[in-house]
């Protein structure tokens, strides 16, 4: 019973971030911001109006650049980037800007009970992928796969200090973030 109330909670949770518009700055490709409400679609598209009265308008990549959300004591800023080998770029939230900037993005899988394919029979989880880009780069990189410690040490090439970490198997102590953060300090000239 616990569990099913804790997926229930989660499924009110995530889908309040998302599916109640807030208000946000719209940002344009070309840097001119506008404020109103918005909301983010399962298929990274952006709703977005001036106002509770106005209907709302989808935006993607083709015009915006992201979106920053005021509100519930905090600032969230998602942001259209190209990501691995797709071909449309990813709304993604952004956790930190640096030489290496860290994106998340996070959805919901469901988790089917009982050898059922259908949602009814499904408990969600929320799933998080973080990506990696360096500045001089254009698309991110989600390191995890089939060898993550190999695509990490190519990743962070430059940095002795984190390669080091990689050699020594003290990454496994660390999250990707801790390890994206210390090469922003410690290798970012």
């Not at 598209?45 to 519930?72: M, Q």
Request: aromatic letters at 16%.
């Amino acid at each position: 019973m616990k569990k099913q109330l804790f997926y229930i909670f989660l499924i009110v949770f995530n889908s309040s971030i998302f599916s109640q518009t807030q208000r946000a700055d719209l940002i344009f490709i070309d840097g001119d911001t506008i404020q109103g409400l918005a909301l983010i679609t399962r298929n990274h598209k952006i709703k977005f109006k001036l106002s509770h009265d106005d209907k709302a308008e989808k935006w993607d990549f083709r015009i915006v650049k992201g979106v920053t959300f005021y509100g519930f004591e905090e600032v969230r800023e998602f942001e259209y980037i190209k990501v691995d080998n797709k071909r449309k770029p990813l709304l993604l939230e952004v956790k930190h800007r640096g030489k290496v900037s860290i994106y998340e993005d996070r959805f919901l899988v469901y988790n089917s009970l009982l050898g059922t394919n259908n949602l009814r029979g499904s408990l969600p989880y929320e799933n998080k992928v973080t990506y990696l880009k360096r500045a001089d780069e254009v698309s991110a990189k989600n390191l995890f796969g089939f060898n993550f410690r190999k695509n990490a040490k190519a990743f962070f090439r430059d940095c002795p200090e984190i390669i080091e970490i990689f050699n020594s198997n003290e990454y496994r102590k660390y999250t990707l973030q801790e390890i994206a953060l210390e090469y922003n300090v410690f290798c970012s000239e």
